[in-house]
């Protein structure tokens, strides 16, 4: 809708990473994929937030204050609705689907979804719904899983999931792993370190070797610190990559992807059922990572693609 001249999101990058593989692979790309055909809903949505947050986004002030672009409170709520809000719902939709399979096969890729900065009251940062949350409790409510499995969070988008992290502080069964740039939104974990030795700051302008170093060195102590665990969540955010508006981090493009590609050799290897989601990335380089990351599963998939009895592999929306 022309919103992409007032903020650096790319809003066809999903649309444009799907082309991509759909270049790449043909129609036999149907074998692996899902697309979702509905949305979360307010009654559904209700399990992680508030109904008057929920009933506020029907107003267009609220709507610019999630994606700040504090213009958007002059255009009228059912543009911005259908414009914005519609298309976090099906992308919501998606983190549930994908984990709904993941728990059935292996890894699974919601090509959108990762909306850390989502609070139960209200959201921030682009992020309308915490789907995460909502995938998981939604399981949870079903008996699909427990209280008492273990759930991982490893979260590399540049910036930190604090909404996320707002709804799981005291669940001693979600632990979190989140490598951040503290020199930007929404800033340094308050207290104290070693109560959340996996929360990890990382200063503007890291550079590639020195990423890498800190995410191989420390995600797998965290995998080992915790055993056995029933699902990973995966927030693959590009926006670490060095052209990126709005990361401040200088990792390089082969290196991202070099990142994605140790942490899903990582998770095969301990055989954790995984949803990989999109997160932040405002870059022309974000939905090229995205696709090369979904190439990857694909091709070195144990079924293989062309095999059309394997688990579906990659959630996109209608």
Known sequence: MGLEKLHPFDAKKFSKAWSLLLN??????????TIV??????????????????TSLQQSK????????????????FVLQKGLVDSARYATAGTLLATRQALESSIVFNIGGGFHHAFSDHGEGFCF?????????????????????????????????????????????VSIFDLYNMQVYPGLKQGEPDDFPFIIPLRAGLNSDEYLKTLKTELPLF?????????????????IVA???????????DAVKERDRFVVDLLREKNIPTVIMTSGGYSNDSYKLIADLASY????????????????????TA
């Open 24 to 33: 790449e692979f043909g129609d036999e790309i149907s074998a692996l994929s």
């Open 62 to 77: 609220t709507i610019a204050s999630v994606v700040e672009i504090p213009a958007l409170r002059f255009i009228p709520g």
């Open 129 to 173: 719904f915490a789907d995460a949350a909502f995938a998981l409790e939604t399981l949870r409510a079903e008996r699909k899983i427990s209280p008492t499995d273990k759930v991982l969070m490893i979260d590399l988008d540049a910036h930190r999931g604090n909404g996320f992290t707002s709804f799981y502080e005291n669940d001693k069964s």
């Open 297 to 316: 599963l694909i091709r070195t998939s144990a079924c293989g693609i062309f095999n059309n009895y394997c688990h579906n592999a990659l959630i996109g």
């Open 223 to 239: 995998l080992d610190s915790n055993p056995h665990p029933t699902l990973a969540f995966y927030n693959a955010g590009t926006d």
């Open 37 to 54: 055909t509905t949305p979360a809903t307010n009654e559904a949505l209700e399990i992680v937030h508030s109904r008057e947050y929920l």
């Open 243 to 253: 052209t990126d508006k709005l990361g401040a981090l200088s990792v390089s493009y």
